[in-house]
């Protein structure tokens, strides 16, 4: 059983900041990528940042400048700072891992997902 945690959403005012926190635990092997995704209301999922196990990352244009992803592959975490939010940035925000457990391949793995509201 893998279990995927998010933490840190809640309500700020436009140009504030929010760290979101992801920690993946049970029993799960090894972790590749992890990610950052949103949803806004009525409107797709999105990614908004990843980081390979390298600690390569990738953002999406709206978060370029603004957010950074970061992971720790020890205590199997991944943050996404966020700063100068705006309303546009509300949203629910999910947690993504990619990762393997005993007699099974490479798995998507999803939070439940934490708010983010960015009150203008």
């Known amino acids: 059983q893998v279990q995927v945690l998010e933490s840190g959403g809640g309500l700020v005012q436009a140009g504030g900041s929010l760290i979101l926190s992801c920690r993946v635990s049970?029993?799960?092997?090894?972790?590749?990528?992890m990610a950052w995704y949103r949803q806004a209301p009525g409107k797709q999922r999105e990614l908004v940042a990843k980081?390979?196990?390298?600690?390569?990352?990738t953002y999406v244009d709206a978060a370029k400048g603004r957010f950074t992803i970061s992971r720790d592959n020890a205590q199997v975490t991944a943050d996404l700072q966020m700063n100068r939010l705006e309303p546009e940035d509300t949203a629910v925000y999910y947690c993504?891992?990619?990762?393997?457990?005993?007699?099974?391949?490479?798995?998507?793995?999803w939070g439940q997902g934490t708010q983010v509201t960015v009150s203008s």
């Open positions: 980081m390979t196990g390298a600690g390569v990352a």
């Open positions: 993504y891992a990619r990762g393997r457990v005993l007699h099974r391949d490479y798995t998507d793995y």
């Open positions: 049970g029993s799960v092997l090894s972790v590749g990528t």
